[in-house]
């Protein structure tokens, strides 16, 4: 199967800055790659598929880039409700795999 | 908008069979694929399988000979049920929709997951 890795793990940034997550994937998942954002008890929430395509409702401060192996996700200016924990999938081969997360924090 | 809910025991006993069921509202089964995903501290987000609504089914190789996901479109459930459970199936259990594309006279699905059902929160032991 697909080993996604991200980093970091925890990524410490102040309201109003940009947030930079980075995924990495095994090997190649062309752009069949999603991002999701959970917060503490609840489910996942699409944000990008394809690697750069943002999900319905999702504000335009969340973009996606990256194809092949090499994957970000770039919050522009983040807002006090972005702080949560992201994961990166591939769905090109089954069985989907995600990564392990990265904790994004307040500063 | 369509909103799923899982329900079933939060307890199961160790060695028997885990069974959940997701309820859709707000949409029909039909025409969809529909995943089960579980949450671990220790194994992070883990893909069980899923099933289209015709009853076609996928599984996680790692799970496959314990699974069984069915579909009943007349009640618009989804059902999961995970035999011999041991304690590393203690996790959060999602049921989520897999996303469709329409192009055309085209329907294109994908593995990625749109719509999730808020959890319901499994352990496995005596």
């Known amino acids: 199967e697909i080993v996604m890795t991200q980093s970091p793990a925890t990524l410490s940034v102040s309201p109003g800055e940009r947030a930079t997550l980075s995924c990495r994937a095994s090997?190649?998942?062309?752009?069949?790659l999603a991002w999701y954002q959970q917060k503490p008890g609840q489910a996942p929430r699409l944000l990008i598929y394809?690697?750069?395509t943002t999900a319905t409702g999702i504000p335009a401060r969340f973009s996606g880039s990256g194809s092949g192996t090499e994957f970000t996700l770039t919050i522009s200016s983040l807002q006090s409700e972005d702080f949560a924990v992201y994961y990166c999938q591939q769905y090109l081969k089954r069985p989907g795999t995600f990564g392990q997360g990265t904790k994004l924090e307040i500063k | 908008q369509v909103q799923l809910q899982e329900s079933g025991p939060g307890l199961v006993n160790p060695s028997e069979t885990l069974s959940l069921t997701c309820s859709v509202s707000?949409?029909?089964?039909?025409?969809?694929?529909w995943s089960w995903i579980r949450q671990s501290p220790g194994k992070g987000l883990e893909w069980i399988g899923h099933?289209?609504?015709?009853?076609?089914?996928k599984y996680n190789p790692s799970l496959n000979s314990r699974v069984t996901i069915s579909v009943d479109t007349s009640k618009n459930q989804l059902s999961l049920k995970l035999s011999s459970a041991t304690a590393a199936d203690t996790a959060i259990y999602y049921c989520?929709?897999?996303?469709?594309?329409?192009?055309?006279?085209?329907?294109?699905?994908?593995?990625?997951?749109?719509?999730w059902g808020t959890g319901t929160t499994v352990t496995v032991s005596s």
């Open positions: 099933i289209y609504s015709s009853g076609s089914t």
């Open positions: 090997q190649s998942v062309n752009s069949n």
């Open positions: 707000g949409g029909s089964v039909s025409n969809y694929y």
């Open positions: 989520a929709r897999d996303a469709r594309m329409v192009e055309g006279h085209a329907t294109l699905y994908y593995d990625y997951n749109d719509v």
């Open positions: 394809g690697a750069s």
